[in-house]
């Protein structure tokens, strides 16, 4: 890894290693072959022959009827004939790039001087008739002999060959259309990527070859256009129909033309199987296909990679067992449209992406012409040959999904990230918070957690309390970043994002160094997150005596062995977070601070929710599943300040109705779907019994939430003297004793475990009232009252939250400052 201390030139010019690469270029296994092919030699020469392999694909037949006559026909000895032109071309390649020039460069000057013969011989020759291949008549009979017309220039003849007229074959006996002809021609520009395919032995590619390219792909489109025009202003259309090889016709010097086929012929193979053996070694090194392209990574002395050639030359082999170019002419071409729609795609992903540091060289393209680009590649795909586009489509997909399990060389980068971010950074600056509006209010949930070995139940079910919205989990490393040689926190994120990873939750991960808990948290509460997507609600776990459980060893995501990594083996996760704290061991945090720090998210106009319990919910409902369960569950409410000693309908302020959008939202997510909602309504000394029900079932209906609604009688501490027109938190801010105070948390907390194992029959009643059997309740939702105005009463708050939850189970304590729900249209 790269650091600020690393030679400038390190990066690329150095291998993996750290050692330098030679002087000549070699490197890797054995040393690369030396980069000294210039653009005309590497990119131009191999780029014309390629493209000027339409010849071919205009099906020259060189072997047949039109050819050498001499040689045996059929489709074995057409095998032998191209499998020994295949050993030629394999032998050649075999020895090197070297040799490979020398030969394309020879083989360049042939066709050169083919072609111009030819140009030649359309203003030279006079009009002449000539003589097509005779047709089997019906019953083996013969038919007459048949001429096409060399017409010289006539006007006459070129308005006769403008129209399509698509005709048989009459080689295959196939009835052409645009599709087939467009198949076969395509193959003609299929060259451009010959230079690319070199780069690897160019001196200079990044110069070589976009100019190679330009050059090579301007000189083959003139040449063809011009013997497109000679040919249809010479040659009449049954001419071009039915003799294939009608430039030998019209030559001055017929054997010219049959060493220009040959030789257009042999380049083409030569920088088609150069060309594919480069790439498939660079497959091969990157390991992307295992053991598969193993033999492939083998490279002689000098560099050069003759196991790949001859991978490739055995490939070949297999396809030459089609016997007629036709048959894999539109396949092929849809190949190269697939590939060619991916170097756009990719040209386009860069581009979209906005990277800095992607600057090529050759500039003259945007992403119109890249989009232009892969919507023509995938039309042409589809008008070619339907089941071949879709069947390498399909092909494709299945490669980049194997590719992604796998994973790629991490030096390699990843254009999706550059993607991602560039379209998250465009979103976030339209998400405007100064549009939001309630009825789009989603929980974005910061959770504080000290040692996450502890806290791994409550960091799954912070994960089903944020319904879609933002979760980040933060902790404070404690210390003075003044006397600290460099920041402790970086090395951590490794750590917590593959704890974010083993817990399979959604969730991002903020550290920060601090010289207290509570500055730390501070610090959280305010810079966590990114423009409209902030933390609007602090989920802390209870302060309590509780001795601090090891999920790790546990949980069977944590317990198994960490998974290996392309660098190897990955440290285990428990070896990177310190053991849970001995019971009586001091502790980072203070009660005093602890409180403190719930007043400060609250000050900050944050919800605050505390969970106490946790570890013991049931794991199926913290699971990823349904949640089916053969035991049935509760989840119970209580909308009321149960440390605020009064009757009347307090379950209506922003509080109470924050307590019922948290528990309808975790009702639905798919573990808890088979838990039943029960919200409690306190029924005050002098309040009738089914008013006050009446009145909440009327709002559940118009919120929208399905519950079970239960009156309790909440006889203690609710004598007929108190005031109900108590501010919230006046009680434990009051000068009452603590006698008296915690006489009401212990009545509360009665009342609530009363409650708690009771079945849908049961009606209202104190602990007494109790029904053992039935759904047991799951997790408990209380309200949290505001923490006291004085800080000297914040331990006696503390204490009264935990008598009040005292043996209650799972229990969330929660706190809502922001309305959150709506009932306009």
């Given at each position: 890894m790269a650091s600020e201390s690393s030679p400038l030139l390190a990066y690329r010019l150095l291998g993996e290693e750290g050692v330098a690469l030679p002087a000549n270029g070699a490197g890797g296994p054995g040393g690369a072959s030396a980069r000294k092919l210039s653009t005309f030699l590497g990119v131009v020469v191999p780029t014309v022959l390629s493209m000027f392999s339409i010849v071919v694909f205009l099906r020259i037949d060189a072997t047949g009827p039109s050819g050498l006559r001499v040689l045996p026909q059929g489709y074995g000895w057409n095998l032998l004939y191209g499998s020994l032109l295949l050993g030629l071309v394999g032998g050649v390649c075999t020895l090197g790039a070297g040799l490979y020039a020398r030969a394309s460069f020879l083989t360049f000057l042939l066709v050169s001087g083919s072609l111009a013969s030819v140009l030649i011989s359309f203003v030279a020759v006079g009009p002449r008739d000539i003589r097509l291949t005779p047709r089997p008549g019906p019953n083996g009979s013969s038919l007459p002999p048949r001429f096409g017309h060399f017409t010289g220039f006539n006007s006459s003849t070129l308005k006769d060959n403008l129209g399509a007229g698509y005709a048989e074959d009459y080689t295959t006996g196939a009835?052409?259309?645009?599709?087939?002809?467009?198949?076969?021609?395509?193959?003609?520009?299929?060259?451009?990527?010959?230079?690319?395919?070199?780069?690897?032995?160019?001196?200079?590619?990044?110069?070589?070859?976009?100019?190679?390219?330009?050059?090579?792909?301007?000189?083959?489109?003139?040449?063809?256009?011009?013997?497109?025009?000679?040919?249809?202003?010479?040659?009449?259309?049954?001419?071009?129909?039915?003799?294939?090889?009608?430039?030998?016709?019209?030559?001055?010097?017929?054997?010219?033309?049959?060493?220009?086929?040959?030789?257009?012929?042999?380049?083409?193979?030569?920088?088609?199987?150069?060309?594919?053996?480069?790439?498939?070694?660079?497959?091969?090194?990157?390991?992307?296909?295992?053991?598969?392209?193993?033999?492939?990574?083998?490279?002689?002395?000098?560099?050069?990679?003759?196991?790949?050639?001859?991978?490739?030359?055995?490939?070949?082999?297999?396809?030459?067992?089609?016997?007629?170019?036709?048959?894999?002419?539109?396949?092929?071409?849809?190949?190269?449209?697939?590939?060619?729609?991916?170097?756009?795609?990719?040209?386009?992903?860069?581009?979209?992406?906005?990277?800095?540091?992607?600057?090529?060289?050759?500039?003259?393209?945007?992403?119109?012409?890249?989009?232009?680009g892969v919507a023509s590649c995938l039309l042409m795909m589809f008008l070619i040959s339907p089941g071949a586009a879709g069947g390498s489509l399909l092909l494709m997909g299945l490669l980049a999904a194997l590719l992604t399990a796998r994973g790629g060389p991490s030096s390699w980068g990843y254009v999706s990230q550059a993607l991602l971010f560039h379209q998250v950074r465009k979103y976030l600056l339209r998400l405007d918070v100064r549009k939001d509006h309630v009825k789009f209010w989603r929980p974005q949930l910061l959770l504080l957690v000290g040692n996450p070995r502890g806290a791994l139940p409550l960091l799954r079910l912070a994960n089903q309390l944020k319904k879609g919205g933002l979760y980040v989990l933060g902790h404070v490393t404690l210390g003075d970043l003044d006397s600290l040689p460099s920041d402790p926190v970086q090395p951590q994120y490794g750590a917590w994002l593959s704890l974010v990873d083993r817990a399979q939750v959604k969730a991002f991960v903020d550290l920060t160094l601090s010289p207290s808990v509570r500055q730390g948290a501070q610090h959280l509460l305010r810079i966590s997150g990114l423009g409209g997507m902030k933390p609007n609600t602090l989920v802390l776990g209870f302060y309590d005596d509780a001795p601090p459980q090891d999920h790790f060893l546990t949980d069977p995501a944590f317990s198994e062995p960490a998974d290996s990594t392309r660098e190897g083996s990955s440290p285990a996760l428990s070896t990177l977070f310190p053991p849970p704290r001995a019971p009586?061991?001091?502790?980072?945090?203070?009660?005093?601070?602890?409180?403190?720090?719930?007043?400060?998210?609250?000050?900050?106009?944050?919800?605050?929710?505390?969970?106490?319990?946790?570890?013991?919910?049931?794991?199926?409902?913290?699971?990823?599943?349904?949640?089916?369960?053969?035991?049935?569950?509760?989840?119970?409410?209580?909308?009321?300040?149960?440390?605020?000693?009064?009757?009347?309908?307090?379950?209506?302020?922003?509080?109470?109705?924050?307590?019922?959008?948290?528990?309808?939202?975790?009702?639905?997510?798919?573990?808890?779907?088979?838990?039943?909602?029960?919200?409690?309504?306190?029924?005050g000394p002098r309040e009738a019994p089914g008013a006050a029900e009446g009145r909440l079932r009327a709002l559940l209906s118009q919120l929208r939430i399905r519950a079970e609604v239960q009156e309790v009688v909440w006889g203690e501490g609710a004598g007929a003297g108190e005031p109900e027109a108590e501010e919230e938190g006046d009680f434990v801010n009051s000068g009452r004793g603590d006698a008296e105070a915690e006489a009401l948390a212990r009545s509360a907390n009665a009342l609530v475990r009363a409650q708690q194992g009771r079945g849908t029959g049961g009606g209202p009643g104190g602990p007494e009232g109790g029904d053992a059997e039935g759904p047991i309740t799951a997790l408990t939702f209380l309200y949290l009252p505001r923490p006291p105005a004085d800080p000297a009463r914040y331990p006696r708050y503390l204490a009264l939250l935990e008598t009040l939850t005292r043996d209650l189970g799972p229990t969330l304590l929660v706190h809502g400052v922001t309305p959150v729900t709506c009932t306009d249209l």
């Open positions: 009835v052409m259309n645009f599709a087939s002809v467009f198949a076969v021609l395509f193959n003609g520009c299929t060259g451009i990527m010959a230079g690319a395919n070199m780069s690897g032995e160019l001196k200079d590619p990044s110069r070589a070859i976009p100019l190679g390219t330009i050059v090579a792909v301007a000189y083959t489109f003139f040449v063809y256009v011009l013997l497109f025009f000679l040919s249809s202003f010479t040659c009449d259309r049954t001419l071009l129909q039915e003799d294939y090889g009608f430039f030998r016709a019209i030559s001055l010097w017929p054997p010219l033309v049959l060493i220009g086929i040959y030789a257009t012929a042999l380049s083409a193979s030569m920088s088609s199987l150069i060309g594919a053996s480069r790439i498939l070694h660079a497959l091969a090194r990157d390991d992307l296909f295992g053991v598969i392209l193993a033999p492939a990574k083998v490279v002689s002395r000098g560099g050069n990679p003759w196991a790949a050639v001859l991978y490739s030359w055995g490939l070949v082999q297999l396809v030459l067992l089609a016997g007629k170019l036709n048959t894999l002419a539109a396949v092929v071409t849809v190949f190269y449209l697939v590939a060619y729609a991916a170097v756009d795609l990719s040209c386009l992903s860069l581009e979209w992406a906005s990277a800095p540091n992607f600057r090529p060289t050759f500039s003259l393209f945007s992403w119109h012409t890249c989009l232009l009586g061991s001091p502790r980072a945090l203070n009660p005093q601070d602890y409180v403190a720090t719930v007043a400060d998210a609250l000050k900050m106009n944050k919800n605050v929710v505390l969970a106490r319990a946790s570890g013991a919910l049931p794991p199926e409902r913290l699971s990823r599943g349904s949640g089916g369960t053969s035991q049935l569950h509760h989840v119970d409410v209580w909308p009321l300040n149960l440390l605020r000693p009064r009757g009347g309908p307090g379950y209506v302020d922003v509080c109470g109705l924050f307590l019922l959008q948290m528990a309808t939202i975790l009702g639905m997510v798919p573990a808890w779907h088979s838990a039943r909602l029960r919200i409690f309504l306190c029924l």
